[in-house]
């Protein structure tokens, strides 16, 4: 025992000086010597920083909470999907250090790590708390279609919703064909933002004019893309014209046309977590009016995940936090509308009291969408490549061509 011990220990040495290659030994380790090694380091989180909600989630009640059971400091870093991939590409033809023990991921950019062989793992099976992860759930056990295969951890769960005001819009549309019809009987109301969420609404169209999400699903290729995007892109063209701007501008991203909402310059906006409109609600950006609405053909609901970079130089302190992310304190706290209100990829009916019951109040906070309705009209993400060059063929023929 002591002998291993101290493999386990020489281990850690390396990583935390900065060696790009991780230390497998601290994944076969014994968890109590996981959590031993993670101890009074810090933890370098690239994450998306551009919410104040997530900021404070993660500011002011995750890293006191590392600091004081684990002894870990929290460094959250600034960093997207792209800029992710961009800096362990440099780092690993470099062969440098990480400057990164954690990275915030899903759909495409988990899709490109693993194609470069840039993330370590398989690693999410030494964590205690994955034994509470809803498994069963597609949404949760798949990413874009890939399987996470241990080398990413869940930590939440969101579906897109498009967030209308009741007294403007007491009669919202339902489906996609209502919505077509609604923006072109309604000119100048209607718009999306340049980012994921904009990009998201289109793959819902992309799903409805194709029959559904089943025509999708098994990989891209650049005939199905030839065959889909032909429907896709004649709605997008028929209705532009009846944009906001008259579609020769969009807002740059979801929080720009949360503010276009809000002072009635459209109609409509949107969220990739269905309960945002919650937040935003209470926080005062959107009038009190506002409702999260979903689309009868279905809406996407992804999970999002971390992951541990293959040059990481503390892996045994970001399984740590990875684990306390997906602790059933941790999943509540970020689920509560006047914290973060992001999803839960925990199996409740698995947790023990009176965990389930909190989890269940939290389901039906009036302003909610019920939980059978969110189940009924959740629709799968597709392979990340359909993402990738949707993202870019709108970019090329609408936005680029904008007068």
């Known amino acids: 025992m002591r002998s291993r011990h101290l493999i386990l220990a020489a281990a850690v040495a390396v990583l935390a000086c900065g060696g790009s290659e991780p230390a497998p030994r601290v994944d076969a380790a014994r968890w109590e010597d996981v959590v031993a090694s993670a101890r009074g380091t810090t933890v370098r989180w ?5 919410d104040p909600s997530i900021n404070a989630y993660v500011d002011e009640w995750v ?3 590392l600091a004081e059971r684990y002894g870990i400091t929290l460094q959250p870093i600034e960093g997207l999907g792209p800029d992710i991939v961009t800096q362990l590409r440099v780092e690993a033809q470099a062969g440098a250090a ?3 023990d954690l990275v915030w991921i899903n759909g495409e950019t988990f899709a490109a790590l693993q194609r470069d062989s840039l993330l370590h793992g398989p690693w999410v099976q030494r964590l205690p708390s994955a034994a509470l992860i809803d498994s069963a759930s597609p949404i949760v056990a798949r990413d874009f279609e890939r399987d996470p295969a241990g080398f990413e951890s869940p930590w939440g769960r969101v579906q897109f919703a498009l967030i209308y005001d009741t007294l403007r819009t ?3 549309p339902r489906s996609v064909a209502e919505l077509e019809d ?4 309604h000119p100048g109301r209607f718009t999306h933002d340049q980012g994921f969420t904009g990009a998201t609404l289109h793959k819902i169209i992309l799903y409805a004019v194709n029959g559904g999400v089943d025509s999708l699903q098994g990989g891209f290729t650049e005939a199905r893309w030839n065959r889909a995007s032909v429907p896709l892109f004649a709605w997008l063209e028929r209705t532009r014209g009846a944009f906001w701007r008259e579609g020769r501008a969009f807002p740059p991203g979801v929080a720009d046309l949360h503010r276009l909402f809000a002072n009635g310059e459209v109609d409509f906006s949107m969220s990739n977590n269905q309960h945002e409109v919650l937040t935003k609600v209470r926080e005062g950006v959107l009038p009190s009016t506002a409702r999260a609405l979903l689309l009868r053909d279905g809406t996407i609901a992804n999970s999002h995940f971390v992951g541990i970079p293959r040059n990481a130089p503390n ?10 992310l997906l602790s059933p304190e941790a999943q509540y706290e970020k689920l509560r509308p006047e914290v973060w209100a992001d999803g839960t990829v925990l199996a409740v009916d698995r947790l023990p009291e009176p965990w389930q019951a909190r989890f269940r109040a939290l389901a039906s906070v009036p302003g909610s969408i019920p939980a059978d309705s969110l189940a009924r009209y959740a629709r799968p993400e597709i392979a990340g490549e359909w993402h990738e060059r949707l993202v870019a063929e709108w970019r090329r023929r609408i936005r680029e061509t904008a007068p």
């Open 98 to 100: 990480g400057t990164a």
């Open 46 to 50: 690239r994450m998306w920083r551009g």
């Open 182 to 185: 609604w923006i072109m009987a």
């Open 170 to 172: 007491p009669s919202p």
């Open 63 to 65: 890293t006191p909470r």
């Open 315 to 324: 892996v045994a302190g970001a399984m740590v936090v990875a684990d306390f």
